[in-house]
């Protein structure tokens, strides 16, 4: 039999071999399970609380019961105020809501639509103070709105770190 130097094929069958497992591994060590840190809950159900007390500020700002200027004289509320503030608050409600419901779901989308609600508070309050401002006369909307900016920015930034409290723990559970 002779052979070719040039041939470059292989030829025959293949061995075929049947794999059998005699022995199942089973692993013995002990499940433990891991527990979700119930912050989130507590902090959720206080949002869906904060969120009701948005809606009801809200609905409240529709009237006029109280509003005062700077000597205590009562003053009307401008239409743009209203409006400003009832539709505002009505977002920022719902995202409160819905945000913190996913929260004591353990959701991590829960905790970003909270940040949108804070997001939509403070940008709307400095609207709203600036056209109470207008309203009292004087020039006062400026002041009201840059002094609902600063003071909104520490305080809406402290609900934040609040609300991210689950984020920061390593056994948050959140998913």
Do not use: H, R
């Not at 200027?69 to 509320?77: E, L, Q, V, W």
């Not at 709307?124 to 309203?135: C, E, K, P, R």
């Amino acid at each position: 039999m002779e052979e070719d130097p040039d041939s470059n094929m292989l030829s025959g069958t293949p061995a075929t071999q049947e794999i059998v497992q005699e022995t199942v591994f089973v692993n013995t060590a002990p499940v433990i399970p891991v527990q979700k840190n119930v912050g989130a809950q507590v902090i959720g159900w206080f949002v869906v609380v904060y969120g009701g007390f948005i809606l009801l500020g809200s609905l409240f700002s529709m009237t006029d019961i109280g509003v005062t200027d700077f000597a205590g004289n009562p003053i009307t509320t401008s239409v743009a105020y209203k409006a400003t503030t009832l539709i505002s608050g009505l977002i920022a409600a719902g995202l409160y809501f819905v945000g913190g419901f996913k929260m004591t779901k353990y959701e991590k989308k829960g905790i970003w639509l909270i940040f949108a609600g804070l997001g939509i508070s403070w940008i709307s309050g400095v609207i709203s103070q600036t056209f109470l401002g207008d309203s009292m006369g004087e020039g006062t909307g400026v002041l009201l709105g840059a002094t609902q900016g600063v003071c909104g920015l520490v305080c809406f930034g402290v609900c934040g770190l609040i609300v991210a409290i689950p984020l920061m723990l390593s056994d948050g559970g959140m998913e």
